[in-house]
């Protein structure tokens, strides 16, 4: 049987997707710590493999800063082929993004990496396809509006009003919003930190 959560718990990462995400599957950080580390692509690196780096790189940054505690870090990756989409900050970012994503199948790679306060880890990549209509020029006109787009990977937020351009998804909705649901707590429990009403089940 798991044990439960115990020590403290801190979530490297600002995005409130992904505290709400957690908050989904009764786990609250105790602390909330954007790591600063560069996120710039390698040379030659693949979208998935990114995507996996990055989520180490944050947990491992702020787990030095944190001994003791448990640091969850993510990452999110949004690939048109081989080819990693910016985190649009511009308006014009987040419309090249948009349009080369119309009417096209994409992947999102979601890096995931959990460090125990015994320096035990455990890292998931999970990877959902998700296909948008084609968009005409007045929807991306309309989205951009809307400022969604701002700070997100591929110029756009599912769990917003992008959700409407989304044709087909396989694989898992809640790693497109931030951080895969199913695998956070298999990868938690696996370390013997389970969320407390699991613990409690003995699952």
Do not use: N
Not at 17 to 32: E, K, M, N, T
Not at 90 to 112: F, I, P, Q
């Amino acid at each position: 049987m798991a044990a439960p959560l115990r020590g403290p718990f801190v979530l490297a990462s600002s995005s409130p997707r992904r505290r709400d995400l957690l908050a989904q599957i009764g786990l609250a950080p105790d602390a909330i710590v954007p790591a600063e580390i560069d996120e710039t692509p390698l040379p030659r690196e693949l979208p998935a493999p990114m995507a996996r780096r990055l989520a180490r790189a944050k947990a491992e940054a702020v787990a030095a800063a944190h001994p003791g505690a448990l640091v969850l870090g993510a990452d999110s990756v949004v690939a048109a082929g081989r080819r990693a989409l910016p985190k649009a900050e511009t308006e014009e970012e987040a419309r090249a993004c948009l349009a080369l994503l119309s009417g096209r199948r994409h992947r999102v790679h979601a890096g995931v990496c959990a460090i125990a306060p015994d320096g035990r880890r455990a890292e998931r990549l999970v990877t959902t396809i998700v296909t948008f209509k084609r968009l005409t020029a007045a929807e991306i006109d309309g989205y951009l509006a809307t400022g969604e787009w701002r700070g997100k990977a591929g110029g756009y937020a599912i769990q917003g009003r992008a959700g409407a351009f989304v044709r087909f998804i396989s694989g898992s909705y809640s790693a497109v919003v931030g951080l895969p649901v199913m695998e956070t707590t298999a990868l938690l429990s696996g370390l013997g930190f389970a969320p407390p009403w699991l613990a409690s089940s003995g699952c």
